[in-house]
């Protein structure tokens, strides 16, 4: 571990690492690029607070990506602006991509892929001049994400909340982070690591950077912010569930009719709705049609035992929904101080 922290009382904490250096930040935060979460407000709220922030692109929604990042450009004049997508959805329909590559004046800072190859789009995400960061949940994923040419590797754990792994396959943070860290050490060493999953406080990050990250990609506790775009009946939930409350599984991806592909699944919190169908998985995709119309009234009343709220273990960490530049400014004393008192 490389890290510098400097706590005082009258100025913001800075935190450096090499991911800090890389892209002129003062904390080794990653705003996750959170499908319907990570828009305009909450990624300018990050940069600001001297974190790189990631739109989220998602499912390559044109329209949607557009108007957020477009709101953001004060984040991409500072350097601080990204956005990311889901792989396979972009071997559907990449012209949200399309569009993002093609603002010479706006140009992203960082492209971040997960769940899929990389390598197709790998060639001109890089010629438009915008880093490449690959999340990967497993070892086995990194060499295809460095052929890709991956400036930054994200090791995702199986708390992370949204989509990942399935229990089967997932990586645990602890563990994974390091492992994949020496691995870099012997084989890319120039290349930079986020640790993603469970990050939510100034120990956790503290922890990520102990282990040999770099920095954090940090999704959960940035959801509940007040410049998310969450609605608030889910972030109103979340705050009064603890970590034991959240689950992964295909149930959502079934019910909100998405089309994921083995081997990932989806962890959000365990509601009613939830509970009753994970252990029929086989019997709800065979007749989804009456949960389905369940979930979209939940949907459209606002009610989290149907619709779902979408967290990571790390929620049982998360007790209010501040604005992001406050929980940017705990994380990074809480964790400038442990870190001081390591060294
Ligand atoms: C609400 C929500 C939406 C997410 N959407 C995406 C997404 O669209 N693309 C993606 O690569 N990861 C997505 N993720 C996963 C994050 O990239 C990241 O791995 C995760 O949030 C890290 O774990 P944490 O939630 O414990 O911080 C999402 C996570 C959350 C909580």
Not at 41 to 61: E, R, S
Not at 223 to 241: D, H, I, M, N, Y
Request: charged content about 20%; overall charge negative.
């Amino acid at each position: 571990m490389n890290t510098t922290a400097t706590p005082t009382s009258a100025a913001p904490v800075t935190l450096g690492t090499r991911l800090t250096r890389h892209y002129g930040l003062t904390l080794p935060v990653v705003l996750a690029p959170m499908a319907l979460a990570s828009g305009a407000a909450l990624a300018q709220a990050c940069a600001d607070a001297g974190a790189l922030a990631l739109v989220g692109g998602g499912y390559g929604d044109l329209a949607w990506t557009r108007h957020e990042y477009s709101l953001a450009r004060p984040a991409q004049a500072a350097g601080r602006l990204g956005c990311g997508f889901i792989t396979w959805k972009l071997d559907q329909d990449a012209s949200a991509l399309d569009w993002l590559l093609d603002q010479p004046e706006n140009r992203p800072r960082a492209v971040m892929l997960s769940f899929g190859d990389p390598r197709p789009y790998a060639p001109r995400i890089r010629a438009a001049g915008a880093d490449l960061i690959c999340q990967v949940q497993r070892l086995e994923q990194v060499p295809l994400a460095l052929e890709a040419g991956a400036r930054v590797i994200v090791a995702q754990g199986a708390e992370a909340g949204g989509h990942g792994m399935n229990a089967l396959n997932g990586r645990a943070t602890l563990s994974f982070v390091p492992e994949l860290a020496d691995w870099l050490a012997a084989h890319s060493p120039d290349t930079l690591l986020l640790a993603a999953g469970g990050v939510a406080d100034g120990r956790s990050l503290a922890a990520v950077l102990m282990l040999g990250a770099d920095g954090a990609l940090v999704g959960s506790r940035l959801w509940a912010s007040a410049e998310s775009l969450a609605p608030a009946g889910a972030k109103q939930q979340a705050v009064a569930t603890s970590g034991d409350g959240t689950a992964r599984s295909p149930v959502f991806d079934i019910l909100r009719r998405k089309n994921w592909p083995q081997p990932y699944d989806f962890r959000a919190i365990r509601n009613a709705l939830h509970r009753r169908w994970e252990s029929r998985i086989d019997a709800l995709q065979a007749d989804p049609e009456a949960a389905r119309a369940e979930y979209d009234a939940g949907v459209a009343q606002g009610d989290y035992e149907a619709a779902h709220a979408t967290v990571g273990e790390a929620v049982g960490l998360i007790h209010d929904c501040p604005p992001a530049a406050e929980i940017l400014r705990r994380m990074g004393e809480q964790a400038a101080a442990l870190l001081g008192r390591q060294a």
